[in-house]
């Protein structure tokens, strides 16, 4: 059973940037899609990035974070990340690592994780 832990969420300022990574195990997901979600205090589960498989060509982000928020992912380390810039008071939610579906399917992802919180003051 796959597993993941997130980390690299803390209190910042509005304006700062972050990186989170999320590292899995349990089997090899290289060859797999994953991506981000995030829930704030209150509200519904969002999605923020995917990306696919491999070489992650394959790329989608929410239009809230797009032009901020940057996916990518270590394969050898089975691992994936979100750079964050530019963070808004918006942007506060516990955010997840997800995954086991393809990436234009990735509104079925499930969360592997316990997520890490982001908090951004103004």
């Known amino acids: 059973q796959v597993q993941a832990i997130e980390s690299g969420g803390r209190l910042v300022q509005a304006g700062e940037s972050l990186r989170l990574s999320c590292v899995v195990s349990?089997?090899?997901?290289?060859?797999?899609?994953m991506g981000w979600f995030r829930q704030a205090p209150g509200k519904e589960r969002e999605f923020v990035a995917a990306?696919?498989?491999?070489?992650?060509?394959?790329?989608h982000y929410d239009d809230s974070v797009k032009g901020r928020f940057h996916i990518s992912r270590d394969n050898a380390k089975n691992t994936m990340y979100l750079q964050m810039n530019g963070l808004k008071p918006e942007d506060t939610a516990v955010y997840y690592c997800a995954g086991g579906s393809e990436v234009e399917d990735y509104g079925d992802m499930q969360n592997w994780g316990k997520g890490t919180l982001v908090t951004v003051s103004s």
């Open positions: 990306m696919s498989g491999g070489s992650g060509t394959m790329v």
């Open positions: 349990g089997r090899d997901v290289s060859g797999e899609a």
